[in-house]
Nanobody, 118 residues
Framework: QVHLVESGGGLVQAGDSLRLSCAAS????????LGWFRQAPGKERELVAA???????YVADSVKGRFTISRDNAKNTVHLQMNSLKSVDTAMFFC????????????WGQGTQVTVSS
């Protein structure tokens, strides 16, 4: 298991940027794919972006071109740079981890709220 702690959420205006960070701890963090999910009120949780230890990335179409995921393996951190934020991006953002090669994310952070005012 990996312990995850998110930071960096907040209240911003449409068009602003935010950078979310997630600190991961555990003996084998480098073996995990790290991802960012978000859940807006009344909606299902969705995968926004994910990155493996070798740098392979997935970014959802809904945020492609605006959000960038990066990872620092030496510091066991993953970041989500969010630019050109829109009110529809308002959600609770969660950092999650899954063992490479598996389907389900098994470790979750507590979440950080991102609110974008129009």
């Amino acid at each position: 298991q990996v312990h995850l702690v998110e930071s960096g959420g907040g209240l911003v205006q449409a068009g602003d940027s935010l950078r979310l960070s997630c600190a991961a701890s555990g003996r084998t963090v480098s073996m995990y794919v790290l991802g960012w999910f978000r859940q807006a009120p009344g909606k299902e949780r969705e995968l926004v972006a994910a990155i493996s230890a070798d740098g392979s990335r997935y970014v959802a179409d809904s945020v492609k071109g605006r959000f960038t995921i990066s990872r620092d393996n030496a510091k066991n951190t993953v970041h989500l740079q969010m630019n050109s934020l829109k009110s529809v991006d308002t959600a609770m953002f969660f950092c999650a981890a899954k063992w490479r090669g598996t389907t389900n994310y098994s470790s979750w952070g507590q979440g950080t709220q991102v609110t974008v005012s129009s």
